[in-house]
Every structure is written in structure tokens, then in C-alpha cells.
């Protein structure tokens, strides 16, 4: 192949053949430099909105022509770089570099790739308290935008110029408010970008009520009911009951609403008597997540005091007490209740015996007992949470195991002497004996002989 040959301009033919020769030199030379670019392919991305630059570096001698294209529409473009501003869609763009030599071609695809809206919120979620000040700021960096601003019930801006627009209130006085910050780009189009804007209230008060109004009794089951007035937004609030200082529960709700609500959370107790004058407390917190206030807003209830009723219960249990003849003895009956309770004793008077009444307690009083105060005593306590029984069996004993000691003690002692008085006198006869032997006999033999 010979490209001298085919390229050579027809003009050239017309020159002197001196000319010629020296134009043939060049052209040899040129002979062996090319278009060293070959045609090639490029894929390019870029954001929605941003400008590009694609250059198309063919080397070659002498110079090559360039021709752009884009999407088949010719650029009007003949150097070795086309400036794409604000990328918009999908393009395809083709440089071609033409030279006597031959063209290569290049293509560009360039990817438009989507952008959201090119605002920025100082604060996109924001947690304010009804009444409260707020301001959001809107700014942005991209270069298109032509104007901007907000748009709201309250505080909305007119059509500024960029980079920074400011929705200012200085009392929050709605529940929902959606301000919306909007630009207007250059090529006519507009977005708009709102923050999330929850404003909250703590409740206007809080309080514990016992929902069968009166005094609980010990054993049965009781719903103590707290009710919060006016709070929002109810999803974030969280109550918890408090018995004296102890938690003992907490609940949360599961309805939606952005404005204030009355709400109620219920605590089921079985009061125990040990319950009676501790206080129940509920409080309402707004856990109002990362962007809330650093301590969470909450309201308390005034204290409840529990008043619990609750039967007697006796000090000491039922038994049976063993006396003798003849003592005194006391019988005391006391129990422990809400309210105080009514004791009563049963049991079969006599004349030695009598109840007398001292604080709390019912005592019987029985001096010199006789068998006729045997018997069972019985103790009834009673208030109106219920009544109990106590049983006692007094139990008299005779004093007679000491008398009978004392007959046998005595038999014992007549007896000895009985037998002492035998012993005598059998041996005072055989006393007389050797005392009339000793005046017959001469007295140291016979006290040998003895
Ligand atoms: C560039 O290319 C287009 C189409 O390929 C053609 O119509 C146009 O004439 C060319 N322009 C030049 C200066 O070569
Ligand atoms: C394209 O833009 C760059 C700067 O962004 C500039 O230097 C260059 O001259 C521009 N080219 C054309 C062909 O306008
Ligand atoms: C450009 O093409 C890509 C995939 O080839 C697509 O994901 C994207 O949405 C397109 N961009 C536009 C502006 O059509
Ligand atoms: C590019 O070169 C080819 C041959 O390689 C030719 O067919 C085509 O017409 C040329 N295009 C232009 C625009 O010169
Ligand atoms: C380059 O592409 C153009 C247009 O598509 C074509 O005419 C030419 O033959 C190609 N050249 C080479 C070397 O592939
Ligand atoms: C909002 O922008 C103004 C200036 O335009 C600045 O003084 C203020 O501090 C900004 N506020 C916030 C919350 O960034
Ligand atoms: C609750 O109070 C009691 C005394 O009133 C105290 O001993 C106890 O430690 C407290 N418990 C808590 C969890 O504060
Ligand atoms: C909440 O309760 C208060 C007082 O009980 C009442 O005035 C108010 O109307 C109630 N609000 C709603 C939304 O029910
Ligand atoms: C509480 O409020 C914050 C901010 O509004 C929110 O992100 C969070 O999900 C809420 N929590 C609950 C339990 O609703
Ligand atoms: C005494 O016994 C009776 C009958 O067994 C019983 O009902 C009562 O609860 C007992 N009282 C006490 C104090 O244990
Ligand atoms: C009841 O008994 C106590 C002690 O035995 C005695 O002091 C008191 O006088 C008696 N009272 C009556 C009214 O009998």
C-alpha cells in the first residue's frame, strides 16, 4: 500500500518537480507517523448536574481536524476538548480526528448518574418543644442552582439567591410543621428537601388515682390508674410506676399521634399489709431518641398512699397452758390489724375471773383458779377486713401429788419410828440383861466376856 500515492492533493500535482521531490521527502516521512490513537470506547460517569470534560488526544502529523458529536447533534467543536456543562442524561459523544492521513474515532458514553436534590439542612430531623425557637438553615454548593427558598405555614422565605436560606420561627406553635426548602436550577427545574420536625409537650400534669376509690383490702387484687393529661407525641412517652422507691413497671404506647393526647397506664396490684402507707408513684418520660434533649423530659405524680385493710392476725397461736389450784392466772389476747379489731372473749365467767381491757389487748384475769375454771378460752378478733380465732385450753391441776408426798413422807417417818421404837425395846431387854449380869460379876471380866 502506498498512501503517498493515494493521498497525495491533486494541488501538488502542479508544483515544480523540485517542489515535488522535496513534498515526496516530507511525505515519506510522514508516511510513517500515523494517527498513534487508535479508536476507542470510553465510559464515563458523571453526577446529574456537574460539568465534564472530554478530550480526545489524537496524535498525529500533521495536526488532526477534530469533529464533536454528541447524541448525533454535531458540537460545533474542533479542538481536542469538548466541555459538557450540567450533565443532564445519558450521553453519547463521539470525537473524530481526521488527518489526509485516515480519522480514528472515539466514544464516550457518559453516565448521568442521578443526584438528589443538591440542598443541604444544617439539621435534617430536629426535636423541638412546643413554644420553643427553631431555625433550620438550607444551604447549598452545587453551581446551578439559580434561587432558593422555603416554603411554610410560618416563616417561608421569598426566591433567593444561593448558597444559604433560613427558616426562622420563633414559637413552635404547630403540632406538625413541614417546612420545605426548594431550589430552582438553572435548566428550570426545581427540587425541594423538608427535615423531620418533631415537636413535643411534656404532659400538663400527672396523677395516680385508685380506680375503686377506698381502702384496699389485703388478699384482693386493685387497679391503681395514672392518667396523663395532655402529652405528645404520645409514641415517645414511656411511663413507669414506682412503689415507694422500687420499680415495678413500665409501659409504653403503641398509638400515633404528632398532638397532645390524654392518655392512662394501669398498675394491677395485690396489696400486702406491708404495703399499707408506702406511696405509688407514676412518672411520664418523652424518650425522644438521639436528637431529643440530653435529659428526658418527664412530669411525676403526686405520691398515692396506699391504705390497706387486713384481718387480724394473732400475736401468739392457740395452745393449751396447765395450772395449778389456786394460782392466778392472766389470759391475754391481742392481734395485729388494719383497722384496729374488736376482741372478744368466750368462755364460762365465774366469780374469780374478769376481763379488763389494757391498750389493744383483752386480758382475763382469774384469781385462785379452781377446777371450775377449766375449760376452753376462746379469743375473736374481728375488723372489717375479717376475724380470727385463738384457743386456749386452760387446764387445772390439783395440788394433791404434794399432799400425797407429804402422807408418804409422813407414813415413811411414823414408820421408822415405829421400827425404831420395835428396835428399842427388844434391846432394852437384852440391855436389862447384861446390866443385872454386871452386878453379879466383877465389871472387867465381864467387859471381856461381852
Ligand atoms: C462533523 O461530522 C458531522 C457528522 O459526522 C458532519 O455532518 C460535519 O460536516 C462534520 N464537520 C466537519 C467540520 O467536518
Ligand atoms: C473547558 O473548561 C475548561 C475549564 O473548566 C477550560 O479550561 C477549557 O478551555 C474549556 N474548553 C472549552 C472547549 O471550552
Ligand atoms: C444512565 O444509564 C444508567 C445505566 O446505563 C442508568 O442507571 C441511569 O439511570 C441513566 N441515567 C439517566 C439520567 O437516564
Ligand atoms: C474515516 O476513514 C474511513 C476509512 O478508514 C472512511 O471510510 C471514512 O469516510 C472517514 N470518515 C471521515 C469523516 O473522514
Ligand atoms: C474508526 O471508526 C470509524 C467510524 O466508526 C471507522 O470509519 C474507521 O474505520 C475506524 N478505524 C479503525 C482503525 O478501526
Ligand atoms: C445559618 O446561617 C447563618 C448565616 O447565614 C449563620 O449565622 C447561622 O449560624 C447558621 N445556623 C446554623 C444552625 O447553622
Ligand atoms: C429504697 O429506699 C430504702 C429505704 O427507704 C433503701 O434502703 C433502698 O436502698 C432504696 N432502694 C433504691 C433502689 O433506691
Ligand atoms: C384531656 O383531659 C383534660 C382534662 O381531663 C380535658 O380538658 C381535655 O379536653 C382532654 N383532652 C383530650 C384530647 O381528650
Ligand atoms: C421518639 O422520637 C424520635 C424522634 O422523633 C424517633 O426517632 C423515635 O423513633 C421515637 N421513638 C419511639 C419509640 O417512637
Ligand atoms: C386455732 O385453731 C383454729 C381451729 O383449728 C384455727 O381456725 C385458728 O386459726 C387457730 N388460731 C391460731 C391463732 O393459730
Ligand atoms: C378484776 O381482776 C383484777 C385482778 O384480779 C382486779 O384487780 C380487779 O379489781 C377486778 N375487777 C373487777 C371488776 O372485778
Known amino acids: 500500500m502506498t498512501p503517498y500515492l ?29 494517527l498513534k490513537t487508535k479508536n476507542s470506547t470510553h465510559v464515563m460517569s458523571s453526577s446529574e448536574g456537574t460539568n465534564i470534560m472530554l478530550t480526545c488526544e489524537a496524535v498525529g502529523n500533521p495536526h488532526p481536524v477534530y469533529n464533536w458529536t454528541c447524541d448525533g447533534e454535531n458540537m460545533l467543536e474542533n479542538t481536542n476538548s469538548l466541555n459538557i456543562t450540567l450533565v443532564k442524561h445519558n450521553t453519547t459523544c463521539t470525537c473524530t480526528a481526521t488527518s489526509y492521513l485516515g480519522n480514528i474515532t472515539k466514544t464516550f458514553h457518559v453516565h448521568a448518574e442521578p ?20 431555625s433550620i438553615n438550607c444551604s447549598t454548593s452545587a453551581t446551578d442552582v439559580e434561587g432558593m427558598g422555603w416554603e411554610a405555614p410560618f416563616g417561608g ?39 423531620l420536625i418533631t415537636v413535643y409537650k411534656t404532659p400538663d400534669f400527672v396523677s395516680v388515682s385508685d380506680m375503686d376509690h377506698g381502702p384496699m383490702v389485703e388478699g384482693r387484687e386493685y387497679d391503681l390508674k395514672c392518667d396523663v393529661i395532655s402529652v405528645a407525641p404520645v409514641q415517645n412517652l414511656t411511663v413507669t410506676w414506682y412503689r415507694g422507691n422500687e420499680t415495678v413497671q413500665t409501659e409504653t ?28 408513684r407514676c412518672e411520664a418520660e418523652l424518650h425522644l431518641g438521639p436528637k431529643g434533649p440530653q435529659f428526658l423530659p418527664n412530669i411525676c405524680s403526686p405520691p398515692y398512699t396506699a391504705v390497706v385493710l387486713y384481718a387480724p392476725e394473732f400475736k401468739e397461736g392457740n395452745e393449751s397452758k396447765e395450772v395449778l389450784q389456786g394460782e392466778d392466772v392472766t389470759l391475754s389476747c391481742s392481734a395485729d390489724s388494719n383497722p384496729p379489731s374488736n376482741i372478744r372473749w368466750i368462755y364460762t365467767a365465774a366469780v374469780n375471773s374478769n376481763v379488763t381491757t389494757e391498750g389493744q389487748q383483752k386480758i382475763i384475769s382469774i384469781t385462785g383458779v379452781t377446777s371450775a375454771n377449766a375449760g376452753i378460752y376462746i379469743c375473736v378478733a374481728e375488723n372489717e ?50 446390866v443385872s449380869h454386871a452386878t453379879d460379876v466383877p465389871l472387867t471380866p465381864a467387859s471381856s466376856n461381852a
Open 385 to 434: 377486713a375479717g376475724r380470727n380465732t385463738r384457743f386456749i385450753s386452760l387446764v387445772i391441776k390439783d395440788k394433791v401429788p404434794l399432799l400425797v408426798i407429804g402422807v408418804l413422807l409422813a407414813v415413811f417417818a411414823i414408820g421408822l419410828i415405829v421400827l425404831l421404837v420395835f428396835i428399842y425395846y427388844r434391846n432394852r431387854h437384852f440391855f436389862l440383861d447384861t
Open 157 to 195: 422565605t421569598g426566591f433567593e439567591r444561593p448558597p444559604v436560606v433560613t427558616w426562622r420561627v420563633d414559637q413552635v406553635e404547630e403540632w406538625t410543621p413541614s417546612p420545605s426548602c426548594y431550589a430552582t436550577l438553572v435548566d428550570g427545574s426545581q427540587c425541594t428537601v423538608s427535615p
Open 115 to 134: 443526584r438528589g436534590c443538591p440542598l443541604t439542612l444544617t439539621a435534617s430531623e430536629i426535636v423541638v418543644k412546643f413554644g420553643d425557637p427553631i
Open 253 to 280: 404506647f403503641n398509638h400515633f399521634n404528632m398532638t397532645p393526647v390524654n392518655t392512662s397506664s394501669t398498675l394491677r396490684i395485690s396489696p400486702k399489709r406491708d404495703y399499707s402507707g408506702l406511696t405509688f
Open 6 to 34: 493515494l493521498h497525495s492533493p491533486p494541488s501538488s500535482c502542479m508544483l515544480p518537480v523540485t517542489m515535488l521531490g522535496f513534498l515526496m521527502l516530507i511525505f515519506s516521512l510522514c508516511d510513517a507517523l500515523e
